[in-house]
């Protein structure tokens, strides 16, 4: 299966884990951390969180690289919340977690603030590091600031990316329209559990 994944055989690879199913061969945690990358990269995220999750059944971790192209699937797909929850969980199994990672909680621990510059300001350490933004980083700063922060915050950060041409025109008008829905969605969350408190 890792041989079918690197060569870009994704679905030999998916048909590979189909016929060790059939046959009842039993898979490992590591059979499931491919299939997790064959799955994001076809566009099945839920097949690729159901793997996941069996992973998990069997008491072990995905490999990091399963973790890593699962975060992006959600990342792409507007999971946030599921997203930033993966990052917590790999980082907290992990030895050594990938560093897109690690920053994407300094964001959102630095959108405590509420304030532009702080959350630019972590975002060149990254850029010193040799690392570029990435839709992790963009769903960190989203995920962040609507928790902690405001839209003009928010809006603030991602004009700034735009400036510093991180991020594209294309792509600000898509995290522009994340912004409000994840904005909308929270306030949406508080209201309802506002109602079931009362």
């Not at 055989?9 to 990358?37: F, P, T």
């Not at 072990?60 to 919340?81: F, H, K, M, N, W």
């Not at 963009?138 to 922060?149: L, M, Q, T």
Request: hydrophobic share 40%; with cysteine.
């Amino acid at each position: 299966m890792d041989a079918l994944y690197k060569t870009g055989e994704i679905q030999k690879a998916l048909s590979l884990l189909s016929e060790m199913k059939d046959y009842k061969v039993e898979l490992d945690s590591s059979s499931y951390s491919i299939a997790i990358c064959c799955f994001v990269e076809k566009g099945e995220i839920q097949e690729a969180c159901s793997c996941q999750n069996k992973v998990i059944e069997m008491s072990c971790v995905p490999s990091v690289p399963a973790y890593l192209s699962l975060v992006r699937g959600l990342c792409q797909t507007e999971e946030i919340d599921a997203a930033m929850m993966l990052v917590r969980e790999c980082l907290g199994n992990v030895e050594s977690g990938p560093m897109e990672f690690k920053y994407a909680l300094r964001v959102i621990h630095v959108c405590k603030e509420s304030n532009a510059a702080k959350v630019i300001e972590v975002l060149d350490e990254m850029k010193e590091e040799g690392l570029s933004p990435s839709e992790v980083i963009f769903c960190a700063i989203i995920f962040g600031i609507c928790k902690h922060g405001t839209l003009q915050t928010c809006k603030e950060v991602f004009a700034e990316l735009k400036d510093r041409k991180d991020l594209a025109e294309t792509d600000m008008v898509v995290y522009d329209e994340m912004i409000i829905e994840h904005m909308n969605k929270k306030t949406s969350d508080l209201v309802l559990s506002g109602f079931l408190w009362s």
